[in-house]
């Protein structure tokens, strides 16, 4: 458990909510999973600690179960922060609806602020267009947090978010993910805040942190099953684990995770213990960096020791090589990150 490896990061609320994701399974469509969460006590309110702590084990157990957890907080988060639509947010954590977190454009990925979705006023309400694709669990969304221009008729519209309600979406082809694109057209919506990219900017500040906890959960699990099967495996009359460059691979597995761990607890815990208005990008983006390469690097270790049984579709670490890739890009690209990496290094120069 990681409360009682890393004592020090972590308070006995988080213990507990430690011990129930840590046997928590659940199957079928995103809402049966996000029904069983909320059964579970899984989406009561917590810390960026407490979201790390529950990713890391739905992570271990399954992808898309920590996917249906997650997006629900970051679809919700933006509300909560803003205040208002407490109704929207207690049914969202009771399990009775799901909701997406709509900021990805066709033209705006890591560029966010060029996002061109537009919204208009439409008496009390607004009614937008634009197209949002990559969206996690828009096939079954009831609601999604959408970010989108304020179309004041000045150049310098700001980013609003907004609430719309049965959000028009079409799945796309992601592997071991339920994603879509909603193409938005006079959709009605509701105004959640003119302060949107604020809002956006500070729902993947929480949420990011745990990013590289999820990784490290899929990466734990690769151990897992690698230590598994090197035991058994006989090749050259004795068990892969008897071999030195096999050991030594367990070896930098072990470190990969022993780093990518320490470093992404931090960053949740600079995020939980900083200051108000404190930002906690380097930390997090350190983390978030850290964690997600090492884990492609052990799941990568963890397809070679399987040998063909690696690369066989449906076996456990093929998943976990086909489910790591996306924690790269998403929530902020490596690449990208590594630009505010090195602005802080350069900054002191
Ligand atoms: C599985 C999955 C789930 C997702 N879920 C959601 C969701 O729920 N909601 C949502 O809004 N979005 C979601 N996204 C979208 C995700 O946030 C974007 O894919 C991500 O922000 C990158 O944008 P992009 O794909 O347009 O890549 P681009 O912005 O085109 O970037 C492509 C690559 O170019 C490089 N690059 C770009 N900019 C820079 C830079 N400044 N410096 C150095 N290198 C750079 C990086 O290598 C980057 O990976 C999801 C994506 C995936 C794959």
Redesign the pocket.
């Known amino acids: 458990m990681l409360t009682d490896r890393y004592p020090y990061f972590f308070d006995r609320v988080h213990a507990e909510r430690e011990a129930v994701a840590a046997s928590f399974r659940a199957e079928g469509s995103i809402r049966d999973r996000v029904r069983a969460l909320s059964a579970a006590g899984l989406f009561a309110p917590t810390d960026v600690r407490g979201l790390a702590v529950s990713r890391w084990h739905l992570a271990h157990a399954d992808a898309l179960t920590d996917l249906a957890f997650i ?1 629900q907080e ?1 679809g919700t988060f933006p509300l909560v922060s803003a205040g208002g639509y407490a109704d929207v947010v207690e049914e969202a954590r009771a399990g009775r609806s799901v909701v ?5 454009e066709p033209e ?5 602020r060029a996002l061109t979705t537009r919204a208009v006023r439409d008496g009390d309400g607004y009614r937008l267009t634009g197209v ?1 694709h ?4 828009a096939p079954d969304a009831d609601r999604a947090t959408i970010f989108a221009r304020l179309d004041t008729g000045s150049p310098q519209d700001g980013i609003a978010c907004f609430l719309v309600e049965n959000p028009p979406a079409t799945p796309q082809k ?1 592997a071991g ?1 339920s ?1 879509g694109r909603f193409d938005l057209v006079d959709t009605p919506a509701r105004l959640v805040s003119t302060k949107g990219l604020g809002l956006a900017f500070a729902t993947l500040e929480r949420c990011r942190p745990s990013v590289g906890l999820a990784a490290m959960g899929m990466a734990r699990r690769a151990l897992d099953e690698t230590l598994r099967h090197v035991a058994t495996r006989r090749q050259f009359g004795a068990p892969l684990s008897a071999m030195p460059v096999v050991q030594a691979r367990i070896a930098d597995m072990a470190l990969e995770l022993e780093a990518g761990t320490l470093t992404a607890l931090h960053a949740c815990w600079r995020r939980d213990t900083a200051g108000k208005g404190e930002r906690t990008g380097y930390e997090s983006a350190v983390g978030k960096v850290t964690a997600t390469e090492a884990a492609q690097r052990v799941i990568d270790s963890a397809v070679q020791l399987h040998g063909g049984l690696g690369v066989e579709e449906d076996s456990v670490v093929q998943q976990l090589y086909r489910d790591i890739r ?1 924690l790269r ?8 990150l ?2 505010v990496i090195a602005a802080r290094w350069l900054e002191g120069s």
């Open positions: 997006i970051l997406a977190f709509g900021l990805t705006a990925g890591s560029d966010v949002k990559f969206i996690s669990n992601v993910h994603i996306p890009i998403y929530e902020g690209a490596t690449d990208v590594k630009t």
